[in-house]
């Protein structure tokens, strides 16, 4: 039989499978890193994908770029995926001091920028810097519900002494978003390593002047190569500040500020249960990467935000990291002092750490040197220790649930893509009965009722990257009717035998007769039911698989 189309969003699977009672009650699915959150309006989503599309947008010299900067678009670090983790460093620099940390003399910040828009214009490392180190790209997930974390759940977690005695004594960065009006009160900074900011405009209007020249209403004032404010009035030829508004009123930082917004948090599959996380638990990580907060219920706030519960497993405070500390100091950040990074999605983070000192190899190499380098000193050594003195067995079973933090559902293999190899690893899950958090089978459990059924397979279909067909037209995907045996797939191509035995049937009939040939020839050269091969067109190719299959089907 022909294989046709079936168009999820425009209802007709999900209606025919609703009246059967598939999809009745059914969970949904996780946002797939780099997906928009649940429930965002119309008006929403048309923000997030302008703010999108202005994120990888390189800006030109001639609307602001410089004249120094790192990159010229936020995409360039925060890229895997987009919004998510970086593999770019940026240098920072300055002078040590009796053991704390200046500023390079004459300059204003301890970033570097490493382009320029010219050679006169570059800014140089001194060389007599003694302090320089590298910082990777954070992750900008969800970052607005990171921001709708009320000021007093950050704060709760604080313990500024370590008064339980615990070795971990984290504090809240108290900071003043640049948006705020004066005597505004202060916030508690969540986002960069030295939790230094407070909001996501705050971080939109500090990258975008720092890392790519762009002055804003914000930060209307240039940054000078090394402090050279008469190098400075030579090369920035454009008036600041640069960030002008569009048709519709909206600055550039407002426009990456809705993205970053509306950006969903990364999945974590399976949900819970994990005896790895118990691990994670009993070794100490939690006392940092707490698991869970709430998000305010203020009304103001979008109802996609507004009163979620979200799993960063995250503390945003700063914490004593002794030798993995880079020896700068921000605002009120000290020297040893780094803010808990988020693990969602760390499964797609290479390299780890602020500094990039585990990366390359497998996951399981990378957060175990990840691990490492929390000790021997500093608040984490104790927890480094614990986790090095694990059995095999479990420190397989903590890396796992690690593994867990940005897994898309249904994806088996891990390469963030549900294709026909997830199937078959469905298909084998199905058969396999009962399961539990800790199988690989979980990664199908959407609803985590210990079996791998019809209604997880309902949502394989809607996840499923590739091509939805439906060849023998009974209202079903070819895939549900393969996984629940409806169908057989003895030759494991994804197709019911009973299609692959009569490709040349256009009409659906059973039979290849003149119905079928005048199909073929009234949809010459075009796509629909005449196309037999699906090449996008109708063509002699088409012909010849009619006239090959003439007569009765098998």
Known sequence: MKRTKIELFGGTLAAIAFAHGALADAPTMQPRMGAMLDGLTTAQI????????????????????????????????????????????????????????????????????????????????????????????????????????????????????DTNGDGVSGRVHWVTPLEAPSGSPLRAGRFGWKAQIAT?????????????????????????????????????????????????????????????????????TPKSGMDGEMLFNQVGCAKCHVAQFTTSNNPSLEDSIRSKTIRPYCDFLLHDMGLLADGISDGNAGEAEMRTPTL?????????????????????TRVTAAIAEHGPFGEAASSAAAFAALSPVNKTKLVKFLDSLGRAEFDFDGDNIVDILDFFALRTCIAQGATNPNDDCAIADIDQNGVVNSIDVDLFVQAFDGEILDCNRNGFADLRDIAL?????????????????????????HIVNGVDLAIILAGWGGPGASDLDHNGATDGIDLAIVLAGWGACP
């Open 485 to 509: 045996g409806v169908s057989q797939d003895a030759n494991n191509d994804g197709v019911p035998d009973e299609c692959s035995a009569c490709a040349a049937d256009a009409s659906g009939d």
């Open 344 to 364: 969602w999605g760390v499964r797609r983070r290479d390299p780890m750490l602020h500094n990039g000192a585990a990366g390359g190899g497998s996951f399981t």
């Open 200 to 268: 996501v405009l705050s971080f939109s209007s500090d990258a975008s002047r720092n890392e790519m020249g762009l002055t804003n209403r914000l930060l209307p004032v240039e940054n000078a190569p090394n402090g050279d404010s008469a190098r400075l009035s030579i090369c920035d030829e454009v008036a600041d500040p640069e960030d002008v508004v569009d048709s519709n009123g909206i600055g550039f930082i407002d426009r990456v500020t809705d993205f970053q917004r509306y950006l969903a948090p990364p999945p974590q």
């Open 46 to 161: 048309d923000r997030f994908e302008t703010g999108k599309i202005l994120y990888s947008r390189p800006i030109p010299i001639a609307e602001g770029w410089g004249p120094i900067g790192n990159k010229s678009n936020c995409g360039s670090c925060h890229a895997n995926p987009l919004g998510g983790w970086g593999a770019i460093s940026v240098t920072r620099f300055g002078m040590e001091n009796k053991g704390a940390f200046e500023l390079y003399p004459g300059e204003t910040q301890s970033l570097a920028q490493a382009l320029a828009t010219s050679s006169f214009c570059a800014e140089i490392v001194p060389a007599d810097a003694t302090i320089v180190r590298t910082r990777l790209t954070n992750s900008s997930m969800a970052f607005g519900l990171v921001e709708a974390i009320p000021d007093s759940q950050i704060a709760a977690n604080a313990d500024d002494v």
